[in-house]
């Protein structure tokens, strides 16, 4: 087959011991920490998940200096585990979810809180507030094969060196394969799919020529820098 416009560019990540983890979608979960949930305005009792999703163009592999967002003076930012699905499945049992992760990496899932503040009050799609170049950092994945399946580990974001968030990954309110097989009833999920899981509290602002660096205990670290100047569209 031949394509009329020049065929996009496959979205992938880097994986620790070699090769790439090619990406096809990103599943969230919103609101996944107590606390987090508190300083959302919410109440934190364990009501079902729900779900939104980056697009897979977002991500930007291991980080690095990146861009200032355009359309935004409160961009926020929240460390989450990210987990790698290897093999799809629909319906998948809670007891068989493990089976389906291929491996995990640290993640963020930048946000234009503005604009998703403004998107809330008008009962209007978070779209544009989660979706935009570059929102999704994400390190390298690394295999479950050789760390296992991490369900305890500090979480810890600094930006300029003073820690911002601070959480472990056993204060998950819907752990790893409940996430997976609650999911898996919406959608049939397939590899090259990442669910970011939540991310605890203490989101805040960064700017131009903040750097951040975010840690998972286990699993690895990831640095982003934002440049000084803002980007401007072409």
Not at 165 to 178: F, K, N, Y
Not at 219 to 228: F, I, M
Request: net charge negative; with cysteine; charged share 20%.
């Amino acid at each position: 087959m031949t394509f009329v416009v020049p065929q996009p560019e496959q979205a992938a990540i880097p994986v620790q011991g070699g090769g790439l983890y090619p990406v096809r979608r990103i599943w969230c979960v919103g609101r996944n920490y107590a606390e987090h949930a508190r300083e959302m305005g919410h109440d934190p009792t364990r009501e079902p998940p729900f779900f939104f999703a980056k697009h897979a163009d977002t991500v930007a592999p291991e980080g690095g200096v990146l861009p200032y967002p355009v359309a935004t003076k409160d961009l926020h930012h929240e460390i989450e585990l990210v987990v790698a699905i290897g093999k799809g499945g629909a319906d998948i049992a809670e007891a068989d979810a493990l089976g389906h992760v291929y491996g995990y990496a640290v993640g963020l899932d930048m946000t234009r809180r503005d604009l998703q503040a403004e998107a809330k009050k008008l009962a209007r799609p978070w779209e544009m507030a989660k979706n935009f170049d570059h929102s999704c950092p994400i390190g390298p994945i690394v295999p479950a094969a050789g760390i296992g399946h991490p369900a305890k580990g500090a979480v810890v974001l600094k930006v300029n060196g003073t820690v911002r968030q601070q959480g472990d990954l056993s204060q998950l309110i819907w752990s790893v394969p409940e996430t997976i097989a609650i999911l898996s009833r919406f959608v049939a999920l397939a590899p090259g799919d990442l669910i970011m899981t939540g991310t605890p509290a203490g989101v805040g602002a960064v700017g131009p020529g903040d750097g951040m660096e975010a840690s998972i205990e286990g699993v690895g670290t990831l640095s982003v820098r934002y440049a000084l100047a803002k980007a401007r569209a072409a």
